[in-house]
């Protein structure tokens, strides 16, 4: 991969692959990725990819296709493959978000907790959630917790989160068009500051 395939691929599946649906992303036009929530832990314009607030990634155990088979007895195997019923597919997101230097220990509490109750803000506003991953784009999710697993034998205490989604059965098709729109933003580089996240995402079409 090279470098600049690198970069994309940081920017969209490991720095920011939360992105925010309507809710209080309506003044951004509709999206707004996660850093902008972590931008002041970020500093952006003085750190490299690697030293971002949070990396994520995604959990083993989220679902592609999820279908319940009804468990009567059927005449036969048309029947059977007509009577399944469609699951809400799930997936589940490492945020890794040890404090840094800097100021990284200071910063940490007020960012997550700001972080917290803006969460709290748009959830209660109506709002979703678009989670991308290598695999799959899952647009229109809701989240359903955030906690700590951290490991006991870490130095630092609650470095490690785990958000947990589920998408609705609501028919849609804007996972292309999202997906598409982040890889061209990211192609003309990294944001640099809150107000460049938010104006990179005004014109990024809301799905229906």
């Known amino acids: 991969m090279n470098s600049t395939g690198k970069t994309l691929f940081q920017a969209a599946y490991e720095i920011s692959p939360i992105i925010l649906q309507n809710g209080i992303a309506t003044f951004a036009g509709g999206y707004l990725p996660i850093t902008a929530l972590t931008i002041f832990g970020d500093l952006a314009t003085l750190l490299g990819t690697d030293q971002f607030f949070a990396h994520y990634k995604p959990l083993p155990g989220s679902t592609l296709q999820d279908w319940q088979i009804a468990d ?45 109750l803006t969460l709290d803000n748009h959830i209660l506003a109506g709002g979703t959630f678009t989670v991308i991953t290598p695999a799959y784009t899952y647009t229109n999710c809701l989240l359903t917790s955030i906690r700590d697993i951290t490991s006991p034998s870490d130095k630092q205490v609650q470095t490690t989160f785990q958000w947990d989604f589920v998408q609705p059965l609501i028919t849609e098709s804007g996972a292309s068009k999202i997906l598409n729109t982040v890889f061209s933003r990211y192609a003309n580089g990294l944001p640099q500051s809150a107000i460049n996240l938010e104006g990179s995402w005004n014109n990024t079409p809301v799905s229906n």
Do not use: E
């Open 72 to 116: 009567y007895p059927f005449s036969n195997l048309t029947v059977a493959a007509n009577a399944v019923i469609q699951q809400p597919l799930k997936i589940s997101m490492l945020m890794v978000c040890p404090a840094q230097n800097n100021g990284g220990y200071l910063l940490k509490q007020p960012i997550i907790t700001a972080l917290k």
